[in-house]
């Protein structure tokens, strides 16, 4: 059965910390991955996405994301976190016939 | 920003009554979706459709119904609601170019 899991409910980081978020995914054929993020209240914005190619991919607001296949993760990272990047994170994957699933999602808490 | 809005943005019911919740984008896009978000779900599959009149079941459809008469608007329905229902609903569409999913506001709904 086709999932994706981020391992992680919950993390806190400081502001100017690096962050990583996690998550894998469970699915056959090469997965078109998404990173999405929701602040309080508000609807998923996209950060980035992956279909083929670099296994590298830039997003906004300064997010980048890994595709390792060997692994079936999509990592999501950014260098340096602001107070602003505090939001729920969902990693999501696109199935055949345009369904998408998405993970449990993890909460990101940034301290000054 | 893909023109998606979502009505009504809160409602309060009581179980056993019927609740239509009504999505509304401007974009023209064919994919509609409906998702329902649970602390520690995240957002699980309801109902989607693939062009007027053409829908199909997500993961967790026992309850709802859907409707598209027109492009642009996909209804969802709560033939009789039940506290479990109790969620935050959102809409979605698919930029079919890009393959990418844009989301409402979402609608907060308490069964009571």
């Known amino acids: 059965a086709q999932s994706v899991t981020q391992p992680d409910i919950h993390i806190t980081v400081s502001e100017g910390a690096s962050l990583e978020l996690r998550c894998n995914y469970s699915y056959g054929a090469t997965p078109y991955l998404f990173w999405y993020v929701q602040s309080p209240g508000q609807g998923l914005q996209l950060l980035l996405k992956y279909f083929s190619g670099d296994t590298l991919v830039q997003g906004i607001k300064g997010f980048e994301a890994e595709f390792k296949r060997s692994q079936s993760s999509f990592n999501l990272r950014k260098p340096s976190v602001h107070w602003s990047d505090a939001a729920e994170y969902f990693c999501?994957?696109?199935?055949?016939?345009?369904?998408?699933?998405f993970g449990t999602g993890t909460s990101l808490t940034v301290i000054p | 920003d893909a023109g998606i809005t979502q009505s009504p943005r809160h409602k309060v019911t009581e179980t056993g009554t019927p609740v239509t919740l009504r999505c509304h984008q401007t974009?023209?896009?064919?994919?509609m979706y409906w998702y329902r978000q649970d602390p520690g779900h995240g957002l699980r599959l309801i109902h989607y459709?693939?062009?007027?009149?053409?829908?199909d079941k997500g993961e967790v459809s026992d309850g709802y119904s859907v409707s598209r008469s027109k492009t642009e608007d996909f209804l969802l329905t709560l033939e009789s609601a039940t506290s479990s229902q109790t969620s935050v609903y959102f809409c979605a569409t698919l930029e079919g170019f890009q393959e990418t999913q844009y989301f409402g506001p979402g609608t907060r709904l308490l069964v009571l």
């Open positions: 974009e023209n896009h064919r994919y």
């Open positions: 459709s693939y062009g007027v009149k053409d829908t």
């Open positions: 999501a994957v696109r199935l055949t016939g345009n369904q998408f699933y």
